[in-house]
């Protein structure tokens, strides 16, 4: 038999992190090491959420669940979302105990505004697959919410999408079995890394030390 | 860098520390002396039988707040710690190398440069303060002999040959300590290092300012997930503290000894600051503690120019630089440790 544990998926959410900067990623995921704004605050709010995990809203032809647990075992990756929507559709699925067929739709949603990058759009995706895997159907679409701007879009999810998260997270999973964390690879998304204290990407610009070491003994 | 906080130091040692919210209190018997805000501190330490609450001291585990039980004389007794941070790769790392003679001589060999080479300019810079106050020639001499050291310290790989040239060197060093006490003389003399128990005052004030310095080095290396008790100098010995020891050697001479000097010579310690026992041992009084205690808070946040990192940051974080520069090495990103050589 062979017994998987809970903590040995990968958190879903480091998608994010790995897009933002691979290193990052493994610093918060593989080494442990964070600093109070990124994963502790990010525990807390996922805290609060499975608090009221098993909150369920009926409305005309729609299931809202809350802070679902998800996981998906060919990714190895497992999480929340914040909000699934089953819509009725006569070419969904059946739910226990619900005499109608669903659709489900993953609606993720964010503090702030959309972002430049992708990494909202990707995170949606690897969602979209584990519902796929747990509800043994397809999902097509799902729905970012950003904060500041009240608004809901739409992200079709599409194949190549999806295509797309397998790789990142194949290549998480690679790094995480062997235990890597990439070395430093300064951009401007440095600037905006909460791990910079740990990280120190300036120091890769800097003198090699032997010069350092020969420079101040020869004073 | 990241940001120094304080630590807080009870002296009192009938004291008793407990927790409310946020806070930790202060008591004794009844009466509440002091509270502060625990999310301000870095760390605490008592001197001699304190007592702690266990709500306490579950605070301090889970906030990776270190709680240090020392005896009144700052010989470290227990720890409260939490569960170590994550990063087992580091350790296993650390380990690897530590059980490697070729790397652990290397890292051995940095760490004894920078002891000599700091100590090396902390007498040219007697020199160039007090040169009517002190044997120029003799300083210069033994500046001179310690260049001469660096270089055959630069070039030995072996642990064995290096504790021997660190060795000679001390004897040296030792011989012009006192020479650097030009105040208060005929109550501060050294006449060679003494310890467990200190027989002198700057012995037992040398005692103390390394216990503290130890525990500095030893919280900084468990900050970024180092072991604290895997030394590649310094041995592993039940309850020794090795690697904290290694990180110390480069600091004694300029951030302990030099903090012991100044306090003699500013005249901000004094006779009166100690007792002598019947065997023999000298100790600090309570109120020679407060003293020295303040003033190593401040000195911890003296200024200074880091050599390696370019980077302005306060003496109390040096400890905490080289630890993650340790790290840094150790984990690959850079092929060397840059020690802290300070002129
Ligand atoms: S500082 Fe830069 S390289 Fe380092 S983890 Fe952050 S983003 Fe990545």
């Not at chain 2, 903090?259 to 109120?287: D, P, R, Y």
Request: charged content about 30%.
């Amino acid at each position: 038999m062979d017994y998987k544990q809970d903590d040995s998926y990968l958190l879903l959410s480091g998608i994010q992190h790995f897009q933002f900067c691979p290193r990052q990623w493994a610093l918060i995921h593989i080494e442990q090491q964070w600093e109070e704004n990124s994963r502790t605050v990010e525990g807390q709010h996922v805290h609060k959420k499975a608090d009221d995990s098993s909150a369920r809203e009926k409305r005309k032809d729609k299931l809202i669940v809350r802070g679902m647990a998800i996981k998906s075992e060919t990714l190895n990756i497992s999480g929340q979302c914040d909000v699934v929507e089953f819509v009725e559709d006569s070419a969904g699925v059946s739910l226990y105990g619900n005499p109608s067929l669903y659709r489900p739709i993953p609606v993720e949603y964010k503090r702030g505004k959309p972002k430049v990058g992708r990494e909202d759009e990707l995170q949606l995706a690897a969602q979209a697959i584990c519902l796929e895997e747990m509800f043994l159907c397809q999902i097509t679409e799902g729905y970012l919410y950003y904060n500041e701007t009240k608004h809901r879009h739409l992200v079709l999810l599409s194949d190549a999408l999806k295509q797309e998260v397998r790789a990142i997270v194949t290549k998480m999973n690679s790094y995480y079995h062997r235990r890597y964390t990439p070395k430093v690879k300064t951009g401007p998304h440095c600037k905006s890394c909460s791990l910079q204290n740990i990280c120190l990407p300036e120091l890769m610009v800097r003198e090699s030390v032997s010069e350092y070491m020969e420079r101040r003994l020869r004073e | 860098m990241k940001k120094m906080l304080n630590t807080l130091f009870v002296n009192q040692s009938d004291a008793y520390l407990a927790l409310d919210g946020g806070n930790i209190v202060v008591k004794k018997e009844d009466e509440i002396l002091g509270r502060v805000p625990l999310h301000n501190l870095e760390g605490i330490v008592t001197f001699g039988y304190t007592g702690a609450s266990p709500a306490l001291m579950g605070y301090c585990a889970e906030n990776n707040v270190p709680l240090t039980f020392m005896t009144k004389n700052g010989r470290f007794l227990a720890r409260v710690i939490g569960e170590s941070k994550g990063n087992v790769v580091l350790r296993k790392t650390q380990y690897r190398h530590s059980d490697c003679e070729i790397q652990s001589s290397r890292l051995a060999r940095n760490f004894i440069l920078g002891k000599v080479y700091n100590q090396k300019w902390m007498l040219e810079r007697t020199t160039r303060d007090y040169p009517m106050r002190i044997d120029v020639a003799r300083f210069k001499e033994t500046s001179q002999y310690f260049s001469r050291k660096l270089i055959e310290i630069q070039e030995c790989e072996d642990l064995e040959r290096l504790r021997g040239l660190e060795g000679k060197v001390a004897v040296h060093y030792n011989q012009l300590f006192d020479d650097m006490i030009l105040q208060q003389k005929e109550d501060f003399m050294f006449k060679g290092r003494s310890r467990r128990p200190p027989l002198d005052r700057v012995n037992a004030m040398l005692s103390f300012a390394y216990s503290l310095l130890a525990r500095d080095t030893g919280a900084a290396l468990e900050a970024v997930g180092l072991d604290a008790y895997v030394g590649f100098l310094h041995r592993e010995r039940p309850g020794r503290i090795s690697l904290a020891l290694d990180l110390m050697e480069e600091l004694r001479g300029i951030y302990a000894d030099r903090f012991v000097l100044s306090l003699i010579n500013m005249k901000v310690i004094q006779a009166k600051h100690f007792i002598q026992k019947e065997n023999g041992a000298v100790l600090m009084t309570e109120e020679g503690r407060k003293v020295f205690l303040s003033s190593w808070q401040k000195k911890k946040q003296e200024m200074i120019q880091h050599p390696y990192l370019k980077e302005k940051m306060m003496w109390g974080l040096v400890p905490y630089a080289q630890a993650l520069l340790l790290a840094r090495h150790l984990r690959g990103d850079l092929e060397e440790y840059p020690t802290f050589l300070y002129k």
